[in-house]
């Protein structure tokens, strides 16, 4: 009896090995993410190409974001490409030996080397050819559309980015807080966030890099006026943003500063650089005004002033600081071309995108996993 025991025992405990071993295999097992036209691409595919994202920015910790769907994309290139005879106008092994050749020669990240090592040549001219393929085709489209990005900026345009942020909420649970607080005439994205989370209103926060394409004309509206809240209602929602302005460079910007010393507060609407000759000379100390090199001034002053009649506050003592931005002049050139490559990066987002759609309609696309 007892040995049968130890027995049965000793079968149960092997069963666990054998069970727990099949398990982690089949955990660790290659599965199907995606198939286009019936040909099958792995967890493998993935995790290579992974690798060779490791390998081109030198980055043992680099992880690609949506690497499934840019396979994906690669993949339309790639056969739009064979299919239309395009010849390729690049030598990828010049490419490759600019990007690879530190691995051959150069010893000192062995993790990146023995992913070198592991891919092998062939695989990553393969990977490599795949990218030169995208990038030449999105490089023709722009060109053929060169009437989008070259034109003249205005100022606006040309300095700053634009970002958004803003709250999607239903439109009656906006009206009934609206009641009691006057949230039109919030201009703080935190104090409105603070109502709603008091009031247990449900919503949906998002921040944007503003494109001009196709813009809502509430926000038109509101940056041609230069407010910094805009309101869309649809379908019994409520959208309600605000605008906030970011200096695109530091470089190449000089401002001028004017420092009020006060002995008392000035009133608000005084407080505008053609005005200040209004302020009552009583509580006024001492005016200075000096020139800076934007970029030289300290982290305060640059994340709050930005705008013409832009100010901060500083109370020292019993004298109360106002700093404002009076003038403000850049060079041109520098900032057309950050707005000309914005405008390019922007506009081969696009294409791809729409490339990608066009041809996940015209292929049998079936994604088995999400990776």
């Known amino acids: 009896m007892k040995l049968a025991m130890i027995c049965l025992i000793k079968s149960i405990f092997i069963f666990l090995i054998i069970?727990?071993?099949?398990?982690?295999?089949?955990?660790?097992?290659?599965?199907?993410?995606?198939?286009?036209?019936?040909k099958a691409y792995t967890t493998t595919d993935i995790e290579n190409r992974n690798k060779y994202y490791k390998l081109i920015f030198f980055n043992e910790n680099y992880i690609k974001s949506n690497t499934q769907n840019d396979l994906i994309s690669l993949i339309f290139f790639n056969d739009f490409f064979e299919k239309n005879n395009k010849s390729k106008e690049y030598n990828i092994d010049e490419t490759y030996r600019n990007i690879f050749s530190k691995y051959e020669k150069n010893k000192e990240n062995i993790f990146l080397n023995n992913l070198?090592?592991?891919?092998?040549?062939?695989?990553?001219?393969y990977y490599l050819d795949l990218e030169l393929k995208r990038k030449f085709i999105i490089e023709e489209i722009l060109n053929s559309q060169k009437n989008l990005i070259i034109k003249n900026f205005d100022e606006d345009e040309l300095l700053y980015d634009v970002f958004l942020k803003y709250y999607i909420l239903k439109l009656?649970?906006?009206?009934?807080?609206?009641?009691?607080?006057?949230?039109?005439?919030?201009?703080?994205?935190s104090l409105l966030e603070n109502l709603f989370n008091e009031n247990n209103i449900e919503y949906l926060y998002k921040e944007d890099l503003l494109n001009n394409n196709n813009l809502n004309i509430n926000i038109e509206k509101s940056l041609k006026n230069n407010e910094?809240?805009?309101?869309?209602?649809?379908?019994?929602?409520?959208?309600?943003?605000?605008?906030?302005?970011?200096?695109?460079?530091?470089?190449?910007?000089?401002?001028?500063?004017?420092?009020?010393k006060a002995k008392d507060e000035i009133p608000e609407d005084l407080l505008k650089c053609d005005k200040l000759n209004m302020i009552?000379?009583?509580?006024?100390?001492?005016?200075?005004?000096?020139?800076?090199?934007?970029?030289?001034?300290?982290?305060?002053?640059?994340n709050n002033l930005y705008l013409i009649d832009n100010y901060i506050k500083i109370i020292n003592n019993d004298i109360i600081n106002y700093i404002m931005l009076c003038e403000l002049s850049f060079n041109k050139e520098i900032f057309n071309e950050i707005t000309i490559n914005q405008k390019v990066n922007n506009l081969a987002y696009k294409i791809e995108e729409e490339f990608v759609k066009k041809y996940s309609k015209i292929y049998n696309v079936i994604i088995l996993n999400e990776k």
């Open 19 to 38: 069970t727990k071993n099949a398990y982690s295999l089949d955990n660790s097992a290659e599965k199907i993410l995606f198939k286009i036209n019936n």
């Open 116 to 125: 070198f090592n592991e891919l092998g040549k062939e695989k990553l001219l």
């Open 172 to 189: 009656n649970d906006f009206n009934k807080i609206n009641k009691n607080y006057n949230i039109e005439n919030f201009d703080d994205s």
């Open 228 to 260: 910094n809240v805009f309101k869309i209602e649809q379908n019994n929602y409520l959208v309600i943003g605000f605008i906030n302005k970011k200096l695109k460079s530091y470089k190449g910007i000089n401002v001028q500063l004017v420092n009020i």
């Open 280 to 302: 009552n000379n009583d509580i006024i100390e001492n005016i200075s005004t000096g020139y800076y090199e934007y970029k030289n001034l300290n982290d305060q002053i640059k």
